[in-house]
């Protein structure tokens, strides 16, 4: 059975930092392909960022270049993505997301709130 659990989400005031962890279970998380996304209400779910099998290439969205940090422990079948300098526009549910082969699968999604 497929997991992904995402944990770390919060509130937060405008320029904190979160840590964000997707821990997974029930698929090849060492061959697969690691996102992130985020909703924010009454819009569209948004790439954040994507992080390849190996780790040694990463991409992210214009709005967190600089902010937002994905990385992950293979060892562990973990991904993180550490968040700095948080925005009010940052506030969403961030999803997890695995591609394995032809395969996507979601986690439940962990709020994160920015507001002072």
């Known amino acids: 059975q497929v997991q992904l659990v995402e944990s770390g989400g919060g509130s937060v005031q405008p320029g904190g930092s979160l840590r964000l962890s997707c821990a997974t279970s029930?698929?090849?998380?060492?061959?697969?392909?690691m996102s992130w996304y985020r909703q924010a209400p009454g819009k569209g779910r948004e790439l954040v960022a994507v992080?390849?099998?190996?780790?040694?290439?990463?991409n992210y969205a214009d709005s967190v270049k600089g902010r937002f940090t994905i990385s992950r422990d293979n060892a562990k079948g973990t991904v993180y993505l550490q968040m700095n300098s948080l925005r009010p526009e940052d506030t969403a549910v961030y999803y997890c997301?695995?591609?394995?082969?032809?395969?996507?699968?979601w986690g439940q999604g962990t709020q994160v709130t920015v507001s002072s």
């Open positions: 997301n695995a591609r394995e082969n032809v395969y996507t699968y």
């Open positions: 029930g698929f090849t998380f060492s061959t697969s392909l």
């Open positions: 992080i390849t099998s190996g780790g040694d290439s990463r």
